[in-house]
């Protein structure tokens, strides 16, 4: 079955880190630039962050910039968000998401797969 599993949510206090981490089964993310989103209640999915699939490239949303960091483990097959100086306001579901191979991706819909989610709360 081909997915992305995300893994690393919790619960953590303000001013807390989190890394939150995706693996791909039965896919490929080395040559995927993986994607971050999330969602929060009520509210519409927001972009995260990106790395492009030769990592030259990374890209955040302006909320996190600065705090969070994406990266990737070739050899794990796993990409990574780290998530420092957390507040309450990045309370949300976050998904790990990848295109087909070599796509550079602009818009959610251009995402092929989906990760289940993973639950992240911070509390004040």
């Known amino acids: 079955q081909v997915q992305l599993v995300e893994s690393g949510g919790g619960l953590v206090q303000a001013g807390g880190s989190l890394r939150l981490s995706c693996v791909g089964s039965g896919l490929t993310v080395s040559n995927r630039a993986t994607a971050w989103f999330r969602q929060a209640p009520g509210k519409e999915r927001e972009f995260v962050a990106r790395?492009?699939?030769?990592?030259?490239?990374?890209y955040y949303g302006n909320s996190v910039k600065g705090r969070f960091t994406i990266s990737r483990d070739n050899a794990k097959n796993t990409v990574y968000l780290q998530m420092n100086s957390l507040n309450t306001e990045d309370t949300a579901i976050y998904y790990c998401a990848a295109p087909d191979p070599w796509r550079a991706p602009v818009r959610p819909d251009e995402y092929r797969y989906w990760g289940q989610g993973t639950q992240v709360t911070v509390s004040s």
């Open positions: 790395i492009t699939w030769n990592n030259a490239y990374t």
